[in-house]
């Protein structure tokens, strides 16, 4: 048990420094690490593999199915069940494009709705690997899962295919490193969930399938996700884009903790095909979230505000405007259409922050190289909401996007392993990697993972951080959020396993809530979930680009990625600026007219 520490101001200057970020944090108690115990002779095991999938949920599925078709040895490892991981359970809606289907639209159109919903923040690449595939991974799952409601939701049908593919399962373990190399990705390293105990993945490559993450915020399945996927591959080198977008899903003010209350619905529904790229977009969900926060509707200064949301012919037909009891993205409740939304059954309340520092899926994480799935680091690659490639926005497209980067990763993570020869970690290193993750279990003073989870969430949670962003509030989130990362992360203590691993995901949040807030502050312009009171408009010349964020010695670089200019379909590219962005954010009419801004 931590036990508080009589703290004088010797003491406090000495452990937590003084500054102004540390006298804000109301209640800060420096304790005592009952549980403190030395690492030195922790027992090692070690597992070989030729492909390791990190994660257990649509991506990851299909990741180790094609994987082991390829004639290789595949090893699944995830932090919680295979099956219930994520946000696997939650899935309904699996578009896909058929190009037999007479009736079906065509690539043009799935482009038009994928870069519309976006605001043209999507890789064309990755847009025509969903077109290429989609509807054979669609072929796949409705044969595995079938059509029909089942009570045991569609997770159990997954594990089977994993355990029929001949992939070994491993479960309850944290991967909380890869291992490094000269340049390549030679395996994992991982802590189970109730010993103090390290596991060693040797593997010729890995693919991570982690899921994004929150900052544990409450009424969402998602907050056992905390990045981890992200923050490892950042440690290593890789590119990390999309930080700056969010997501708005709703919880009850209520009982905003119970997220299978809240969001249940999904676990047992049917699964059912979505082929049209005009089904839906996730963009209604932000401008009704906007409507919340602000005194000046987002709507309001629209050059036609009588018009019917769907009107414009940039927009989707059945998109932002549609509300009632239909199913959001993915068949789940999505946003305030959804199922306890305002316009949801019996118009029941919902409160903002159930998915506090999270993006839209596949909206935020690492930045392929090419599109292959591939980190930019040897032997590592990428699926899923693990990867930030765009191109959500229909109904139902989140998880086929999953299946079909997890297919396409695990094919190619096969084809590397089989053609360089596995390279081994030397003990040393291992070792001081050991040392290193166990730290918080040896320290006999400090913080608990829990409270400062609660000081991160703290800073992060006021709506005028993330969701109403100006460069004044973000810098000071920052300064504050750094102050975290560098006094109190060094301190970090662990009486038990559990502990550990909560302090490892603690470490992983400070370092996102880094991204974002850098990222939040480098896009000088309003768009999609991203919203600057002091750029409150699009800036198409400057500002069609991904942000990319990437380690540098012991800075975080930032940088824009141009889309190129024909990736953009002719459809949108043509429009005016008032056709193409329908929808306004507070101030952008006014702001546009005093500084004569056009696209």
Request: aromatic share 10%; net charge positive.
């Amino acid at each position: 048990m931590n036990t508080p520490l009589n703290c004088n101001r010797r003491n406090f200057m000495k452990y937590a420094g003084l500054g102004v970020a540390a006298i804000s944090f109301g209640g800060m108690v420096l304790s005592s690490n009952a549980g403190a115990a030395s690492m030195a002779d922790v027992n090692t095991d070690e597992v070989d593999t030729d492909v390791l999938i990190i994660g257990g949920g649509v991506s990851a599925t299909f990741a180790a199915v094609k994987a082991a078709a390829q004639g290789v040895k595949v090893t699944l490892v995830d932090k919680g069940y295979v099956g219930r991981s994520g946000l696997t359970p939650y899935f309904n809606g699996f578009a896909y494009y058929d190009p037999n289907d007479p009736d079906s639209k065509t690539p043009e159109a799935w482009h038009h709705g994928f870069m519309w919903a976006t605001e043209s923040i999507s890789r064309k690449d990755y847009i025509d690997m969903f077109l290429e595939d989609s509807k054979a991974r669609w072929d796949e799952l409705s044969a595995w899962v079938g059509l029909q409601p089942n009570k045991a939701g569609k997770g159990p049908f997954l594990r089977k295919q994993i355990e029929k593919s001949g992939t070994r399962i491993i479960e309850g373990v944290m991967i909380t490193e890869l291992l490094e190399k000269d340049g390549r990705v030679i395996g994992a390293l991982g802590l189970p969930r109730e010993e103090d105990k390290a596991i060693i993945f040797r593997a010729g490559a890995v693919v991570l399938c982690t899921g994004a993450g929150t900052f544990k915020a409450p009424g969402w399945p998602a907050s056992p996700n905390t990045f981890d996927g992200h923050i490892m591959a950042y440690k290593i080198g890789a590119q990390i884009a999309g930080k700056e977008w969010n997501d708005f899903h709703g919880t009850s003010p209520t009982t905003p903790g119970d997220c299978f209350g809240n969001h249940g619905g999904p676990l047992t529904g049917p699964l059912f095909a979505a082929t049209d790229p005009t089904a839906h977009s996730l963009r209604h969900m932000f401008w009704s979230a906007y409507d919340g926060v602000s005194a000046d509707r987002p709507n309001s200064d629209r050059a036609d505000p009588g018009k019917a949301r769907g009107d414009n012919a940039g927009r989707p037909d059945r998109g932002p405007g549609r509300h009632g009891n239909g199913p959001g993205p993915d068949g789940g409740p999505g946003g305030p259409g959804g199922p306890g939304g305002p316009g949801g059954p019996g118009g029941r309340m919902q409160v903002l922050g159930a998915t506090l520092g999270a993006a839209e899926h596949r909206m935020d994480g690492i930045f392929p190289k090419d599109d292959r799935c591939w980190s930019g680091i040897d032997g590592l690659y990428a699926a899923g909401d693990a990867m930030c490639t765009g191109g959500v926005g229909t109904l139902g497209s989140a998880s086929p996007g999953c299946a079909v980067q997890g297919a396409r990763a695990g094919v190619h993570a096969a084809e590397y392993s089989r053609q360089n020869k596995k390279v081994l970690l030397s003990r040393t290193a291992s070792n001081s990697i050991q040392k290193r993750i166990f730290e918080a279990r040896t320290r006999e003073k400090g913080y608990s993972p829990q409270w400062v989870t609660r000081a991160l969430q703290n800073i992060m949670m006021p709506y005028y951080v993330l969701y109403v962003k100006r460069q004044d509030r973000l810098e000071a989130a920052l300064t504050n959020v750094n102050y975290l990362k560098e006094h109190f992360v060094p301190r970090l203590i662990a009486k038990d396993p559990h502990e550990l691993r909560l302090a490892l995901e603690t470490e992983n949040m400070i370092l996102n809530a880094q991204m974002k807030l850098k990222a939040s502050i480098f896009r000088k312009e309003s768009r999609h979930s991203h919203f600057r009171e002091d750029f409150p408009f699009r800036d198409d010349k400057n500002w069609l680009s991904f942000v990319v964020l990437q380690k540098d010695g012991e800075k975080m670089g930032v940088k824009k990625w141009d889309i190129p200019e024909q990736w953009i379909p002719a459809s949108l590219s043509k429009m005016s600026y008032e056709e193409r962005y329908t929808d306004r954010y507070p101030g952008e009419a006014e702001y546009l007219k005093t500084h004569g801004v056009r696209s």
